[in-house]
Every structure is written in structure tokens, then in C-alpha cells.
């Protein structure tokens, strides 16, 4: 059974049972309901609630070891000697099922007895969605009449879909923290192996970024290079121009729309630039590769410089104007917050409104500031279409902004694409690199947190 029609059956049925249940609580309630410790919906989504958490739960456990359990059927089916000891070569013959299974025609030169495998994967299919759909019907049929049987005038029906309620997003943020900690350990388990096999000296202080490593023994280039410092270099020179680029803008424009824009240019001006915010990174990418970066190439041999095609400059200059959003919007937002008394007593005492902005707003909203700059900060680390469109590929250890760099997000992109098989140095390395790159992003928010915080100013 698809994803989808899992979610709207259960859907459906709780819906139904939310019906059943609030019908049943206006029958014991009496005609004017008097008698009902909650209202007549809480006792429907009591009985809802019931219905539908354990047919989710059930239908949750049920596709999660259904793959499993029909390729390990459709396995035990095939002729003897036709699976591999080898698992990969196991993996390979279950994804061949799987395409001639899926496949509107099936080819003329298949093998009869794969063909015979996809028509058992089929069938095991149909036969597991209807399963499954009997298994969710008896399961919510039986949440129904187990919760409408104990409805009754006296029975609190909205403190226990409450507490149902506050245990379900209590799983939910458990469920989050797991994901973070799943995410963690994972990059660290995958750098550990990168480590035995590349000293974390020579990763850390390495000069040289050349992740190319042989195949077999007799090949060229047998030993690679896995000096990160060019990467750190890169993604520091493109994060610097960005925020030289956005942080006087998005703060000059939060200013207007703080304090100088009306509210008619205030309505028009913010939608506009949070539109800015939204638009994908591709498209940030294209921009700089097909208008700014060779504006930039022509304005610098002008003046007789040499600017390369791909340069840091191009793209630290659209990654800037990609993240002024960031800075303005939470700039706005707490200049915004900042009490009209202490504008009022500033100017009361003689103060223009740009000595008052200067000397009270901005200082005042200053902790808000420096937290979404470094938001926006984490923000242009972890960028990486725009750095592959306008500043290239190559990791040269330069601080020029007129030449081509690289970060560690595009390296990372870089090894990961295509088939890979994660136990060479090669393909390990991105996980040390983004190890890395958390590291980095959850000291910058760590900071800005504190910021906030220590610096934070509480207004009657």
C-alpha cells in the first residue's frame, strides 16, 4: 500500500470514529448536554485519536519490515544456486527483480527465471496491501469500540485527549533529538574510519587538496591528498565577502522599513524582499555565472586586472545578496521590538531620529543583530549551487578574491556524486568534511545564542 493512500485510509477512519464518538456523547449527555464533564467533540476525538495512533502504529511497523520480509519470500523462491553468497551481488539481484517488477515491458532477453521472481514480488505485494488494509481496518475498528465503550457523562474526555496530545509531541520532539544524535553518529563513526586511514594532522594542516586515489595497485596516482586547509581557506574568503556584502544592506533596509518607511512603502518593500529569500539557490547560481561573474571579468580588465572566470568575488558578491533577507527581516524584527518610549524619550531630549536610531534602536536591538548575522553566517557556509556556478571546482590555497576557489560543501557534493563505494579514503573523506562543517555551524549558533542572551534587554 503507497505512502499516501496508508495516510488517507487512516484519515478516514478517524474521521469516522471522531463522528461515532461525539454522536455518542450527545446521546449520554441528555438533551441539553448537561451532564457531560467536556464538550461533545472532545469525546469524538477521544475516540478518534484511539482509532487512528494505533492503526498508524501498526501500519508504521508493518511497512518498515514488509521490504524485508517479501525479498527475503522472493529469494527462498528463486532455483537453488541462483543467490549469490556475495550481498552486494544479493542487492544487485534484489534491485533486478524489483525493475522487471516495476517495468511497463518487460524485456525479450530477460532471464525466465527473474521473470517469474517479479511476478512472486507482484503478488506478495497485492497480498501485503490487503493484508495491510484488513490488519488497519480490525485495528481502528477495535480503538473504536473500545473508546465509544467507555464514554460516559462522568469520564474526562478533554484532560485525556490532552495528555494523548501532549505525549504525541512529546514523541515528536524525542523523535527529532534522535534524528540529531542518529545524524551525529553517523558522520562520526565515518570519520573515525577516514582517520585510520589519513592522519587527522595531515587533514587539518594539509596544504594540498587532491582526493584522487587509485583503484588498483599498478595505477597512477595511487596516493591522494587530503590537505583541507584549501577548502577552510576557500569557504572562509566567500563567507567573508558575503557578509561584507550583506550585512550593510540587509541593515540599512531594515532601518528604512523600521523607522523611515510608511506603512504603504513598508507593505510593498518587505513582501519583496522576503520573496528574495525564497528563490532557489540554482537560480542565485545562474545569475552569477551568466551576469555577475562576467560583469566582474570585463569591469577588472578595464582597469587591468585579472579576473578569473570563476572567482570568489562573483560568488561571495550573489551569496551576500542571496542572505541580506536573513539580516534585514531579523534586523527588522527587533528594531521593531524595541519600545516607541525610548524613541520618545530620545527625542525629547533633542535627539534626531538618525542620532536616536544610532545611539538607542540599534544599540538597543544590538543582540538581535549580531544573532542573525550569524545565522546568515551558517547560512553562506553551508551554501553550495552558488559555489559551484560561479567559483569553480578547483581548491587553490589563495586569498585573491579574483581567483577560483572552492568550499567544503562543494568538495563534499563532489565525492559524493555517482556510484561510490564507502571504504576508500576518497568517498570517507566527505563525512570528515562534514563532520567538520557541523562542527563549525554549531559553534556559530552556539555564539549567536549567547549573544542573544548575555546582551538581551528586557523592556516594561
Not at 494523548?164 to 540529531?180: K, P, Q
Not at 573515525?192 to 599498478?218: C, H, K, N
Request: proline share 5%; charged share 10%; with cysteine.
Amino acid at each position: 500500500m503507497p505512502n499516501v493512500t496508508f495516510l488517507v485510509a487512516t484519515l478516514l477512519l478517524a474521521t469516522v470514529a471522531f463522528v461515532i464518538g461525539r454522536r455518542r456523547a450527545v446521546e449520554v449527555g441528555g438533551p441539553r448536554r448537561r451532564d457531560l464533564h467536556s464538550l461533545p467533540s472532545y469525546y469524538g476525538l477521544y475516540v478518534a485519536l484511539w482509532c487512528g495512533i494505533p492503526a498508524l502504529a501498526v501500519g508504521a511497523l508493518w511497512m518498515m519490515f514488509e521490504p524485508g520480509i517479501v525479498d527475503s519470500l522472493v529469494l527462498d523462491a528463486l532455483p537453488a544456486g541462483m543467490v549469490p553468497a556475495d550481498p552486494h551481488q544479493v542487492s544487485f539481484l534484489q534491485t533486478a527483480i524489483r525493475r522487471l517488477a516495476n517495468a511497463a515491458v518487460i524485456p525479450s532477453d530477460a532471464d525466465p527465471a527473474l521473470i517469474a521472481a517479479a511476478a512472486h514480488y507482484n503478488s506478495l505485494q497485492q497480498t501485503a496491501s490487503l493484508a495491510l488494509a484488513a490488519v488497519l481496518l480490525a485495528v481502528g475498528i477495535v480503538g473504536l469500540v473500545w473508546a465509544r465503550s467507555h464514554i460516559s457523562p462522568a469520564m474526562r474526555a478533554r484532560n485525556r485527549v490532552e495528555k494523548l496530545i501532549m505525549i504525541a509531541l512529546f514523541v515528536c520532539s524525542c523523535l527529532s533529538v534522535l534524528t540529531t544524535i542518529a545524524i551525529v553518529l553517523s558522520l562520526i563513526f565515518e570519520s573515525i574510519r577516514f582517520f585510520q586511514a589519513v592522519p587527522i594532522t595531515d587533514f587539518l594542516f594539509g596544504l594540498e587538496w587532491s582526493p584522487q586515489t587509485a583503484m588498483r595497485a599498478d595505477q597512477v596516482g595511487s596516493s591522494g591528498a587530503f590537505g583541507a586547509v584549501p577548502l577552510f581557506l576557500g569557504t572562509a574568503l566567500i563567507t567573508a565577502i558575503s557578509i561584507v556584502v550583506a550585512v550593510p544592506i540587509g541593515l540599512f533596509v531594515a532601518i528604512y522599513l523600521a523607522d523611515y518607511a510608511s506603512p504603504r512603502a513598508r507593505a510593498v518593500v518587505k513582501p519583496l524582499l522576503e520573496i528574495l529569500a525564497g528563490i532557489p539557490t540554482v537560480v542565485f547560481g545562474f545569475f552569477a555565472a551568466l551576469t555577475v561573474a562576467p560583469f566582474l571579468r570585463g569591469l577588472g580588465g578595464s582597469i587591468g586586472l585579472d579576473v578569473a572566470s570563476e572567482s570568489a568575488l562573483a560568488a561571495g558578491v550573489v551569496m551576500g545578496i542571496m542572505i541580506v533577507p536573513f539580516v534585514s527581516s531579523l534586523s527588522d524584527d527587533v528594531m521593531n521590538a524595541v519600545p516607541q518610549s525610548l524613541r520618545d524619550g530620545s527625542a525629547a531630549l533633542g535627539a534626531t531620529k538618525s542620532e536616536t536610531i544610532r545611539q538607542v534602536v540599534v544599540p538597543a536591538a544590538l543582540p538581535g543583530i549580531v544573532g542573525g548575522v550569524l545565522l546568515a553566517v551558517s547560512r553562506a557556509i553551508g551554501e553550495t549551487m552558488i559555489v559551484v556556478m560561479a567559483a569553480g571546482l578547483a581548491a587553490n590555497l589563495t586569498v585573491n578574491p579574483l581567483e577560483a576557489v572552492t568550499t567544503v560543501t562543494v568538495q563534499i557534493a563532489t565525492l559524493l556524486v555517482g556510484d561510490q563505494e564507502f571504504d576508500s579514503p576518497k568517498t570517507l573523506a566527505a563525512f570528515a568534511l562534514g563532520l567538520l562543517l557541523f562542527c563549525v555551524t554549531l559553534v556559530l549558533n552556539l555564539v549567536a545564542l549567547h549573544v542573544v542572551r548575555k546582551y538581551r534587554e528586557k523592556y516594561d
